[in-house]
């Protein structure tokens, strides 16, 4: 964690339950140890992790799609 401090903090995990809870737990862990910056993004509908977005629109895609849907996190 304290070699993300200085780094706006991007979190981007799949659509499953897993993924759900690891977006709650790393968001919060990250909170709580005081970054300020922490973002979220999920693979939009349609679309069950981010390897299959990958492989199906390619990299320049998903960076515009991060770039645009990201969210701020905020403890839940």
Known sequence: IEMLRNYKVVLCFDT???????????GNKLLAKGLTEVSF???PKGFKDWNE????????????????????????
Do not use: C, M
Not at 16 to 26: F, H, P, R, V, Y
Not at 53 to 76: A, M
């Open 16 to 26: 499953d339950e897993s993924g759900g809870q690891a977006l709650k737990d790393s």
């Open 41 to 43: 993004v999920r693979p």
């Open 53 to 76: 977005l990958l492989q199906k629109t390619g990299v320049e895609q998903i960076q515009k799609y991060i770039h645009n849907s990201e969210k701020p996190f905020d403890s839940w």
